[in-house]
């Protein structure tokens, strides 16, 4: 079958059925050209098994138009390795929807390079569930932007360890609402260091509940 597939145009890619896909080895993915892959319709592209992508490889993968990535199965996006994430660009991140961002599992989120993450747009942070926030690692969020930080909204900063709070910048500590302030746990805030305590202004002062409020004097 691979020797097929190299001898057909992007033009008769879109014919081939979804059952034949399901059919394709290692081998006749490979066979694959960039732009054999590009033209590969939605249809095909939604029907495609994880088996499919762990054959399909992060050359490959790193063509996907961003209509296809958006129609890519739960169970296939589930599915998905860190080196075929790592090969798409900012647009395609931002590709997926709201539905296939919460499928990602903790394993994904916490193998993301930090461009990867930082890819993540302000209406796909949102989605991240509190399981995904926690599994983000301290070096990935010291590289997250005060929008990213601001995306979070409060539930997702409630999600946050100590040791990721204490990782924040103090640019990203500084953006924080009151609102998310307020939501600040005794050990989140206990976490905080000396750095970040300085960048509270007067009003995340009087946001902080009482028992974060008692926790200040652990904060080194």
């Avoid at 997250?144 to 995306?151: F, G, N, R």
């Avoid at 998310?180 to 746990?185: C, D, F, N, R, Y």
């Amino acid at each position: 079958m691979a020797s097929i597939i190299s001898s057909l145009t992007p033009a008769q890619i879109p014919q081939l059925a979804t059952s034949a896909l399901a059919n394709l080895t290692s081998a006749d993915w490979a066979a694959f050209s960039s732009d054999q892959i590009q033209a590969l319709s939605t249809l095909q592209v939604a029907s495609l098994s994880s088996t499919a992508f762990s054959f399909i490889s992060a050359a490959q993968f790193a063509v996907f138009e961003t209509r296809d990535l958006a129609v890519i199965s739960g169970t296939a996006v589930k599915s998905l390795s860190s080196t075929l994430l790592g090969a798409l660009d900012s647009d395609q991140i931002a590709a997926f929807t709201s539905t296939q961002i919460p499928l990602l599992t903790t394993a994904q989120i916490a193998s993301m390079g930090s461009d990867t993450l930082n890819a993540l747009t302000s209406s796909q942070i949102p989605r991240l569930t509190s399981a995904q926030i926690a599994a983000i690692g301290t070096a990935q969020v010291s590289t997250m932007t005060t929008e990213d930080v601001a995306a979070l909204g409060s539930n997702g900063l409630k999600a946050l360890s100590s040791n990721q709070i204490r990782a924040l910048s103090t640019d990203d500590v500084l953006a924080l609402s009151t609102t998310q302030v307020a939501v600040l746990s005794a050990n989140q805030v206990a976490g905080l260091t000396t750095d970040q305590l300085t960048n509270f202004g007067s009003d995340d002062l009087r946001a902080l509940n009482s028992a974060a409020l008692r926790a200040l004097g652990s904060a080194q």
